[in-house]
């Protein structure tokens, strides 16, 4: 079954701590990974693809097939990551699989 | 960037009446568009994709009768919640992909409350 898994539904850090976002998925052919980023009051909006390789606003995520996880890490928090995250994955190109979201709270 | 509205951004209504709401991509063309529901504190699950010109593909448990979908134009897609009832409450959101690329972008999403 295709399904992605996060398993905190909040995250609270402080400022300029450490972030680690987990994300896990299970689907059995070749897997495209996405988080997603939905600040307060706005919409969920693209923040890193997998196959980018990129670092968007700090934040890279690596996929670890071995461990089929793909999580989302920053090394210092700023209270403007707060927001919720959604991984997804996309499954025959056009399908996304969200997972539940976490919550990331970043304290002053 | 690509931007997609959606009209209207919240809407109540009596149980039994139909509803529909609009997503359309602003600024670019999109042959495909995408329909989620998101219930409160859960995730988006995705009901159905609707490609312009085609009959919408609807994912399983979806009542496609029920939640009626058109894609006209390469701009504009239309769900229609026909005989809404309360547990059709929810937040619907429609994403669009654009022709050119694999972009796919977020409309900021219609709050449906149906008493």
């Known amino acids: 079954a295709q399904r992605v898994t996060q398993p905190e539904k909040l995250l609270s850090v402080f400022k300029g701590a450490p972030v680690e976002l987990k994300c896990n998925y299970s689907y059995s052919g070749s897997p495209e990974l996405f988080w997603y980023v939905q600040y307060s009051r706005q919409r969920l909006q693209l923040l890193l693809r997998?196959?980018s390789r990129e670092s968007i606003k700090g934040f890279t995520a690596d996929l670890n097939k071995g461990e089929t996880s793909f999580h989302l890490k920053k090394p210092f928090a700023q209270e403007e990551d707060s927001a919720m995250y959604y991984c997804a994955l996309s499954v025959n190109t056009d399908k996304l699989i969200f997972g539940t979201g976490t919550r990331l709270q970043v304290f002053p | 960037g690509a931007v997609v509205s959606q009209h209207p951004s919240r809407v109540i209504c009596k149980s039994g009446t139909s509803v529909k709401i609009e997503c359309r991509s602003l600024?670019?063309?999109?042959?495909?568009m995408f329909w989620y529901r998101q219930f409160p504190k859960q995730s988006l699950m995705l009901m159905a994709t609707?490609?312009?010109?085609?009959?919408?593909?609807?994912e399983q448990g979806v009542e496609k009768d029920k939640f009626l979908i058109n894609h006209a134009s390469l701009t504009l897609s239309t769900l229609t919640v026909t005989s809404a009832h309360p547990e059709d409450s929810s937040f619907y959101i429609c994403?669009?992909?654009?022709?050119?690329?694999?972009?796919?972008?977020f409309g900021p999403g219609t709050r449906l409350t149906v008493l």
């Open positions: 997998h196959i």
């Open positions: 609707s490609n312009e010109g085609s009959k919408a593909t609807y």
């Open positions: 600024d670019f063309q999109a042959t495909t």
């Open positions: 994403s669009a992909r654009e022709i050119s690329g694999q972009g796919k972008y």
